[in-house]
């Protein structure tokens, strides 16, 4: 975690507020990222019910089912929005957003799920209707940040070690991220494979083919007799002449 004032949460932020406008402008890219946005909330809906569920804290439930429920509306927001784009580009709108989960709560324990939680709750800005959605969302995005800070002192018993868990957050979620790109990296490199490999198998199997043909078209000679007796076949009778003499089957 970074001290305040320091250089490169400046830079970042520097950065984000030069290329954000310069990006939403993308055609389709709006609509897109806000139903990324609407597919977010609602996991993040699923992993906060799930941690209001297995948390022992009654009173750590009831913030938790909060959080749950303004990530409930977030999501129809945001799916609304990305709805009003896509139809403004004469595009289908997306399906209403179903996600998943990983059981963060479970594979990484209350307190690194807090930790996680509370660096999530940041968003991005677009067009003036979507800044005003933006607007109308970050009050309850402040408050997720403050309730999830002031349970995550609680439970680890200080602010030091509250940063070292948020520490530890941000390598977890760097490793996650380095394994999801490794996976489309090797989506992508298979694929290319796969193109290389038809290539240059394609025309080897048109080839071979060809010449299976042709070599098809030959016409063997006829075996001769002996070949033919050899083989096991019958050999072939002359038909009865003048010459041959013929017996007489005997009569009683």
């Known amino acids: 975690m970074h001290a305040p004032g320091s250089v490169e949460p400046t830079v970042r932020r520097a950065l984000v507020r030069l290329v954000t406008p310069i990006v939403w402008r993308v055609p389709g890219h709006g609509a897109r990222k806000l139903y990324g946005f609407a597919?977010?909330?609602?996991?993040?809906?699923?992993?906060?019910?799930?941690?209001?569920?297995?948390?022992?804290?009654?009173?750590?439930?009831?913030?938790?089912?909060?959080?749950?429920?303004d990530e409930t509306r977030h999501t129809g927001m945001f799916w609304r929005r990305s709805t009003e784009l896509r139809l403004a580009e004469g595009s289908a709108p997306f399906s209403p957003p179903v996600a998943d989960t990983e059981d963060l709560f479970e594979r990484l324990g209350e307190r690194r799920f807090l930790a996680f939680v509370h660096r999530g709750e940041q968003r991005g800005r677009g067009d003036t209707r979507t800044q005003a959605l933006f607007a109308a969302i970050i009050d309850d995005e402040h408050r997720h940040e403050r309730y999830t800070r002031e349970l995550l002192v609680e439970l680890v018993g200080g602010e030091r070690a509250a940063r070292a868990e948020l520490r530890r957050a941000a390598l977890w979620e760097a490793w996650r991220l380095w394994r999801r790109a490794g996976r489309t990296v090797a989506g992508a490199i298979y694929t290319l494979a796969m193109i290389a490999i038809y290539c240059v198998a394609g025309p080897i199997a048109a080839l071979a083919s060809r010449l299976t043909r042709r070599r098809s078209s030959w016409q063997l000679a006829a075996p001769s007799a002996q070949v033919a007796s050899a083989a096991g076949q019958a050999p072939t009778v002359a038909p009865p002449t003048a010459t041959t003499p013929l017996r007489k089957a005997s009569r009683r």
């Open 39 to 69: 597919l977010a909330e609602q996991g993040s809906r699923i992993d906060l019910l799930q941690a209001a569920h297995r948390t022992p804290s009654l009173a750590r439930r009831a913030l938790y089912l909060r959080h749950a429920l």
